[in-house]
């Protein structure tokens, strides 16, 4: 069972990199991860999943089996608006008196074997609300699933953010989304554990995991077990996530990993992208003395020949400022990290070794699980490659934390360094949400950084709004709407 983990820690593929990780959030718990020996890793996946036997039966959104209705979110925000007890003004949410309810068999893992991805980013959790959309009276439902009824102040924030909610409207409009899943992660008494219950947020795109409810399109929102939630970092997971699935069918998004990417399509991004990425690494540059340093320390680690020989060379590539030539590119052959456009991600100097090394044919997993001092090794390279991605200014302008949390890339959702999907969808959900801030942190780029951010910025318009069905006015006049806003805070119109 430890193969999530594993696959996080030694070798993180486009596939584990994209799917759960929208918040930095998640990052932490998957950087702690790393420091697990693979005994705690099996523990931590010992908690037992949910019945898999019965065949899955469809059931139409928005109603339940018996085919009552299901209450509207709307009435329920306004019994709670008029509710003086309720505070409105909440910046920081925290849920002691809802886990209050839960005993511990209440917490299982989410069983996606069958689907896709068939990796969820939960370890234990448990059932608190579902939202659904009725799509006859355009009105979204929810279901309370703890048990005992959700706490007034929680409903009121869990609530509020999918009211008025034009993208995750949208998402279940257009077909790409049948539930919102919300639950709770347990509390992780293990400390060397810590970060593995903090928040997450993942769109499932084939979600087979409660047989009850048969195929679902899911966004899960994993809320933290024993940490806060920022307001609004679970407001911008109901927006990054849905956006996900509106961009799921275009022909690059992992999502669609049975659908040939649209030569067109690739051709555009793949530009964009490689401009983008040489901007990062040349900044990176000057910024590699930590991550050298401690591969200097730990090089007598890999004693085997042809492995120290690609440990150097992925060395060398950082000293003399040329690892760009290591990142994977359109033509190489398929790997664990490469995705549709190769081009729209970047990978550190553990993952070009691990690369090297899967091209050699040469596979060190399990002799890294088995040494401490190599999994410490892993952590401390991919953290020390994440403070320099976090930094870098072409990318902070690119991640939502910048806007949500008053200039601060590290905290918050958005990771748009990760692969194509993510990029899209953070630079989709700024433009949409911060058009006027998104353009004046890009007028304080250079010339070259901020023509390539307007390229992609072009492009993801154009891709998203290629992706969302014509009909659904709202949608296009809400993205239409903020673009030229943007551009005229750029001064372009
Ligand atoms: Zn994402």
Sequence with gaps: ????????????????????????????????????????????????????????????????????????????????????????????????????QYKDEDYTGVNNKDGIPNEISDYSSAPVLEITYDKDTQSFRFHDETPKGLPEQDFYNLLLPVENNIVLATAFKTGRLDRVAIRLNKIEPDPTLKGVDDYNGQYVIKDVSDSKKGIQQTVYLFLPGDNTLNTIDYKTLLIHEPLHALTSRESLSLSSPDVQPSTEDLTHWQEVCKDIRTIALDEAKTQTQDILEIMRENRHLFAESQVQTAFDEVYKALQHGDFNKLEPKTGDQKDDFTSKVPECGVIGPWSAFMRILTMKGIDITDSILVSDAKVALVDKMQQAWQDIMVKNIIFAALSEGTYTNAGSPGEGAGHPETDWDELIVSTTDILLNYPDTFAQTLQKLSDQERKVALQLVDVSVKTVDFQVPADEDAFHRELRKNYQRFKATMGQN
Excluded: W, Y
């Design 1 to 100: 069972m430890p193969e999530r983990e594993t696959t996080i820690t030694i070798n993180p593929g486009p596939e584990i990199q994209r799917s759960p990780l929208i918040t930095r959030g998640g990052r932490t718990a998957r950087r702690v991860t790393t420091l697990l020996t693979a005994a705690a890793l099996a523990a931590a996946c010992s908690s037992v999943l949910p019945d898999q036997n019965s065949s899955p039966t469809p059931r139409p959104p928005g109603v339940e089996q018996t085919h009552k209705p299901l209450p509207l979110v709307e009435d329920e925000l306004n019994k709670l608006k008029n509710n003086p007890a309720i505070n409105k003004n909440i910046n920081v949410m925290s849920f002691s008196s809802l886990r209050s």
